[in-house]
């Protein structure tokens, strides 16, 4: 059965400062895809980056990078140049090679306040 | 994008709910998650074309309809205490890589 482990429950950062978010996996699946949501009080899930088992590159989207450690099954979120906008949970999840994003499993999130 | 209604909803143990959702025009699968206070979402099943097409760890009474105008409910009945949580919705395309989410409906049980 697949997992997702976030061993942060809470993270504190500096404005303008970078911060890096944990996600441990595990998976006996070859394929599969990774990826990170923020959640804000509001609630909405807001999608912010995706990796997939093969490709070769760590996926970059702005300011969101993700540091794809597969070997050591990890995917990690780093946030550059923080903002007191990104305030937030921040949710590691995975889908496996046969199911779509809308079957993911997700961890149990990390919280991340900016301060300034 | 993609709507819940209602935003919140206060039941009683025993009633049943009905959640609603509208997803993002042109996608064809809708999932369907919980999400406990303090915790990840967890998925309770998806639908495509109007078929259940996979669920989670939850029981029976916990069901959905998807209908073709974009729409999709998710029905439980006999609630219990356990079952106060934000429920999500997402549309994706099958096979996507992306799900887009709803802002959710907090369902409080007493």
């Known amino acids: 059965a697949q997992k997702i482990t976030q061993t942060q429950p809470g993270m504190f950062v500096q404005e303008k400062e970078a911060v890096t978010l944990d996600c441990t996996y595990d998976?006996?699946?070859?394929?599969?895809?990774l990826f990170w949501y923020k959640q804000p009080s509001s609630g909405e899930m807001i999608f912010l980056i995706y990796q997939g088992s093969y490709d070769q590159q760590n996926a970059t989207e702005g300011r969101y990078s993700l540091n794809f450690q597969k070997a050591r099954k990890s995917a990690n979120l780093v946030i550059s140049a923080s903002q007191l906008g990104d305030s937030a949970m921040y949710f590691c999840a995975m889908r496996e090679s046969n199911t779509n994003a809308g079957k993911s499993t997700f961890g149990d999130g990390t919280t991340l306040t900016v301060k300034p | 994008g993609v709507t819940q209604s209602p935003t919140h909803l206060i039941k009683t143990r025993g009633q049943q709910v009905t959640l609603r959702c509208s997803s993002q025009s042109g996608h064809n699968t809708v999932s369907w998650y919980q999400q406990a206070l303090g915790q990840g979402p967890q998925f309770i099943f998806q639908y495509y074309r109007e078929e259940e097409n996979g669920r989670g760890n939850f029981p029976p009474r916990f069901s959905g309809l998807q209908f073709p105008n974009d729409s999709s409910e998710l029905n439980v009945n006999a609630l219990e205490l356990d079952d106060s949580a934000l429920y999500l919705c997402?549309?994706?395309?099958?096979?996507?890589?992306?799900?887009?989410f709803g802002p959710g409906t907090r369902l409080t049980v007493l």
């Open positions: 997402a549309s994706s395309l099958q096979y996507s890589g992306e799900q887009f």
């Open positions: 998976t006996s699946d070859p394929s599969y895809g």
